[in-house]
């Protein structure tokens, strides 16, 4: 064997031609499988905190061992050994970076490259802070820079089990969310005033709207934005069940309405809309999710609405504004339907309603929402009109 390079053995083996024979190489072959499946099924019951903070120790040390040795017979190239560590490395990072957060956690970054990592987690530690002994599985940081809004809803789209991710500086910071679907007040039970609501006004459906795609505000490093932030990341993980048919959602509204109350030195108030939209949403599914209305809490609907709709300057959050006035218009023509002041109650929920067309123009996913109920809604009121017009 002598003269022939190292590199050629390896190929003859693996290609067939060596000494081994086909039974040796078959042998060779079980044995691997046999350690990889030892590996993996250890590696399966160690925790991920643990995986990621030992792996940067042991793998090194068995990359290391096998460097310059044979195993069963077959010499690993170098280029396999080096292409190991570093996949260790990545992965171990990763993991580090995401260790112990719970499904619908935020990841926070920062628009400058000059000690991000550092100047990321101690924002991080801070939304951690406000949130209390949840805030460390609610909270990680992102590896990296989030420059704009499209690369922000790219990293969220690509991890389903992210929340959201906080981004910005302290000029101002956004929160770019998860996206949820309409709610369909077809979907709420058969007997129940929604389907009762359909039926009167002959309307196949109507939609509210439960997602946002980004919100923001500035002075991002004050102390009030980054309560504001902990706690839309507590709540924002929690919309899709609050929101559901026969949910107690008493607290989250609770503390969405205390949330909206906070100040600080913003130069707009349009986010605090955001959770007084999402109070009144829950307070309106509440409302008529029975048999019968709950006035109380059809009530409550329409004066978180209502605040929500009074945050808005011009175009200061189009999506948001929206989605408020989407929301709140179906509320009023609940409320005008068991109500002696009927006329302008409607007068003013058509009013709510065509706002939010307008701005569902440059809004893709819930713009379809709002123009569906905009088109139903007039269809129907053409159909009571020439109704009236023919008794």
Known sequence: MTGVPEGDMFAEKIAGTSPLGLRGRMRNALALLIVAAGLLTI??????????????VIVP??????????????????????????GTLIGAIFQLSHVNLAAGAFLVSTVSDRELRQEAK????????????????LVGVYPGVIRDAANARKIVESSPSLGGVI????????VTLRQYEPISLSSLPERSIARDFLTLKGISDLLLVSSIPTTGMSHGYERGTVYF???????????????????????????LEALARIQARWTARAHIALPLWLAGTAHLIRAIETESLQDGELSCAISDLREAAMQFRTAD???????????????????????????????????????????????????????????????????SVSNDGKK
């Open 61 to 86: 040390l068995v990359l290391g061992a096998i460097w310059s040795r044979r195993l069963i017979g077959v010499r690993i190239p170098k280029l396999v050994i080096l292409g190991s560590a570093a």
């Open 317 to 383: 959050n189009p999506a948001l504004e929206m989605a408020v006035r989407n929301n709140y218009a179906l509320a009023l023509l609940v409320k005008a339907q068991y109500a002696s002041d009927s006329g302008k109650l409607k007068n003013k929920a058509n009013q709510q309603l065509a706002h939010a067309m307008r701005l569902s123009k440059n809004n893709k996913q819930f713009g379809t929402a709002v123009a569906l109920n905009y088109i139903g809604l007039m269809q129907a009121r053409r159909r």
């Open 167 to 174: 981004w910005g500086g302290p000029r101002w910071m956004s």
């Open 43 to 56: 590696v399966a019951f160690i925790p991920v905190s643990v995986k990621a903070k030992y792996q940067l």
């Open 229 to 255: 932030l902990g706690e839309v990341v507590r709540a924002w993980r929690l919309v899709p069940e609050m929101l559901k048919i026969g949910a107690t959602s008493g607290e989250f509204e609770g503390r």
């Open 122 to 137: 101690i924002y991080r530690d801070r939304v951690r802070k406000s949130l209390g002994a949840e805030g460390e599985s």
